[in-house]
């Protein structure tokens, strides 16, 4: 359900987000912040007559409001030859409208004291404001046009797609920890569409034309596909009046049909060896393990989950400690399982080793460590600190407006429930040690994991700039 610390960075290089990842944890270590964390308020939920569903949570300590609109429409539902194309609609969602001129969306909102961004997931594409809780109905307004109405001209998308091609060679082709990465998951998977990077293969992108943007847009943004999730200072029935106003008198559209999509059987280790600039080699250990489906009765997800808290949900989890502190064969070292998702979940072991030391040693020590797990379990003590950091990080978590809406629609767009986010806190209360080792015999084994390698290579004299908006810019 979260993905952590420097994993997280790596991991955004699967999708391309300007804030935190999805059910993203940050360390708590606050009490007093905790304590004021809201437990979970009530939300509501409304579905109008052409299929779009409203999802309200009020939060009234400031009064402001965030409001999302998320498409279940990402990476995943791109087809060969075509990837990229979500992450290009994503940008091309901000040329405008008959109404709303190219880039007046964000100068509407600016203009009226709020701020807005957009992200393309794997599994979505989401649109979010945050704005005086006032200001909704502009919010709501704005996104019910370029639903409908979006004008993509093939001026503004040869300009555009040039900017996204800049995004992923800055974001992609000059990191080697994002190639890493992109080449392993590439490895990992044969036919599942996770196998493709959100921002698409560069050859893809040169080839891709404003009727393919146009032609995604026609048959994935329709109000039937579409959530909107609401968070802040705000009265349910009168956000549900406002959508019913606004995106209210949209068509549905025809949806296609989604074809389930299972990913057949790893037969046997898999390695990989990644060469490009970098000042240090890499290690990436992934490993394939099940996607939560049932959150009332499924345990092993929740156990994975924290198996990978064991390993690296805090400072002195088991990795950090061993292979950073105590051997010192580590500048860095973590775990990562993400549990919600459309697709195959993963479990991942990750290392930079320290100057002298090199991949071939860290992936020995690793092993080392799942080898403990394995054979010696984990102590009820260490479970039990594990589990209270990592249930105090989540209700910290939702300390954060944003937060909540992200989470409320990670969940739903991963055909889960939002009602289950108490369940889930329980869920992880309830791991016993035995479940913990249980997995790890289970999952963490050669015949179902991918090692990826980071061979550095000398550096370019000079780093190119970024693009222009930074690193994280999103369109
Ligand atoms: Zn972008």
Same mark, same amino acid.
């Given at each position: 359900?979260?993905?952590?610390?420097?994993?997280?960075?790596?991991?955004?290089?699967?999708?391309?987000?300007?804030?935190?990842?999805?059910?993203?944890?940050?360390?708590?270590?606050?009490?007093?912040?905790?304590?004021?964390?809201?437990?979970?308020?009530?939300?509501?939920?409304?579905?109008?007559?052409?299929?779009?569903?409203?999802?309200?949570?009020?939060?009234?300590?400031?009064?402001?409001?965030?409001?999302?609109?998320?498409?279940?429409?990402?990476?995943?539902?791109?087809?060969?030859?075509?990837?990229?194309?979500?992450?290009?609609?994503?940008?091309?969602?901000?040329?405008?409208?008959?109404?709303?001129?190219?880039?007046?969306?964000?100068?509407?909102?600016?203009?009226?004291?709020?701020?807005?961004?957009?992200?393309?997931?794997?599994?979505?594409?989401?649109?979010?404001?945050?704005?005086?809780?006032? @200001?909704?109905?502009?919010?709501?307004?704005?996104?019910?046009? !370029?639903?409908?109405?979006?004008?993509?001209?093939?001026?503004?998308?040869?300009?555009?797609?040039?900017?996204?091609?800049? @995004?992923?060679?800055?974001?992609?082709?000059?990191?080697?920890?994002?190639?890493?990465?992109?080449?392993?998951?590439?490895?990992?998977?044969?036919?599942?569409?996770?196998?493709?990077?959100?921002?698409?293969?560069?050859?893809?992108?040169?080839?891709?034309?404003?009727? %393919?943007?146009?032609?995604?847009?026609?048959?994935?943004?329709?109000?039937?596909?579409?959530?909107?999730?609401?968070?802040? %200072?705000?009265?349910?029935?009168?956000?549900?009046?406002?959508?019913?106003?606004?995106?209210?008198?949209?068509?549905?559209?025809?949806?296609?049909?989604?074809?389930?999509?299972?990913?057949?059987?790893?037969?046997?280790?898999?390695?990989?060896?990644?060469?490009?600039?970098?000042?240090?080699?890499?290690?990436?250990?992934?490993?394939?393990?099940?996607?939560?489906?049932?959150?009332?009765? #499924?345990? @092993?997800?929740?156990?994975?989950?924290?198996?990978?808290?064991?390993?690296?949900?805090?400072?002195?989890? !088991?990795?950090?400690?061993?292979?950073?502190?105590?051997?010192?064969?580590?500048?860095?070292?973590?775990?990562?399982? #993400?549990?919600?998702?459309?697709?195959?979940?993963?479990?991942?072991?990750?290392?930079?080793?320290?100057?002298?030391?090199?991949?071939?040693?860290?992936?020995?020590?690793?092993?080392?460590?799942? !080898?403990?797990?394995?054979?010696?379990?984990?102590?009820?003590?260490?479970?039990?600190?594990?589990?209270?950091?990592?249930?105090?990080?989540?209700?910290?978590?939702?300390?954060?407006?944003?937060?909540?809406?992200?989470?409320?629609?990670?969940? @739903?767009?991963?055909?889960?429930?939002?009602?289950?986010?108490?369940?889930?806190?329980?869920?992880?209360?309830?791991?016993?040690?035995?479940?913990?080792?249980?997995?790890?015999?289970?999952?963490?084994? #050669?015949?179902?994991?991918?090692?990826?390698?980071? %061979?550095?290579?000398?550096?370019?004299?000079?780093?190119?700039?970024?693009?222009?908006?930074?690193? %994280?810019?999103? !369109?």
């Amino acid at each position: 359900m979260k993905i952590r610390n420097d994993i997280a960075a790596l991991l955004l290089a699967l999708g391309l987000s300007s804030s935190a990842p999805l059910l993203a944890a940050t360390a708590a270590t606050d009490a007093s912040t905790v304590a004021t964390a809201p437990r979970s308020a009530q939300t509501s939920e409304y579905a109008l007559d052409n299929g779009m569903r409203v999802i309200v949570k009020p939060d009234h300590r400031a009064p402001v409001v965030v409001s999302m609109v998320w498409y279940r429409v990402g990476s995943v539902d791109e087809v060969t030859g075509h990837t990229g194309v979500a992450h290009v609609l994503e940008h091309m969602m901000f040329k405008g409208t008959r109404d709303v001129g190219p880039g007046q969306f964000s100068r509407l909102v600016a203009a009226a004291g709020g701020r807005d961004n957009a992200f393309t997931s794997r599994d979505a594409t989401a649109y979010f404001q945050t704005l005086q809780k006032s @200001e909704l109905p502009l919010a709501l307004k704005l996104e019910a046009d !370029r639903m409908a109405n979006l004008i993509l001209s093939a001026d503004e998308f040869k300009r555009e797609i040039q900017v996204v091609m800049e @995004e992923r060679r800055w974001r992609v082709e000059d990191q080697a920890r994002s190639l890493l990465v992109e080449q392993m998951m590439a490895t990992v998977l044969k036919a599942h569409p996770y196998r493709q990077p959100v921002i698409g293969w560069m050859n893809d992108l040169q080839n891709m034309s404003v009727e %393919d943007a146009r032609a995604f847009y026609q048959r994935w943004y329709g109000p039937n596909n579409a959530l909107l999730v609401v968070v802040g %200072d705000v009265q349910p029935d009168e956000v549900f009046g406002l959508a019913k106003k606004y995106f209210g008198p949209l068509k549905p559209r025809a949806l296609p049909e989604r074809k389930p999509q299972v990913e057949p059987v790893q037969r046997g280790i898999q390695r990989i060896t990644v060469k490009a600039p970098a000042e240090l080699p890499n290690l990436v250990m992934t490993y394939r393990t099940p996607a939560l489906q049932d959150p009332e009765h #499924d345990w @092993e997800p929740y156990a994975l989950d924290v198996l990978s808290d064991v390993l690296s949900g805090n400072e002195a989890a !088991r990795l950090n400690r061993s292979l950073v502190r105590d051997q010192r064969i580590a500048s860095s070292a973590g775990a990562g399982y #993400d549990s919600v998702g459309r697709g195959p979940a993963l479990f991942q072991l990750f290392a930079t080793p320290t100057p002298g030391k090199n991949a071939a040693e860290l992936e020995q020590a690793l092993r080392r460590e799942i !080898r403990s797990v394995v054979d010696k379990g984990v102590s009820a003590e260490e479970l039990e600190r594990v589990k209270a950091q990592s249930v105090a990080s989540h209700v910290y978590e939702r300390d954060s407006m944003m937060f909540q809406a992200r989470q409320i629609g990670g969940l @739903e767009i991963a055909g889960l429930s939002h009602r289950h986010i108490d369940l889930f806190l329980e869920k992880l209360k309830a791991v016993t040690p035995e479940q913990v080792q249980a997995v790890a015999t289970k999952y963490l084994v #050669d015949d179902g994991l991918t090692v990826a390698y980071l %061979d550095p290579q000398p550096l370019p004299a000079e780093r190119p700039a970024p693009p222009p908006g930074g690193p %994280d810019h999103v !369109r």
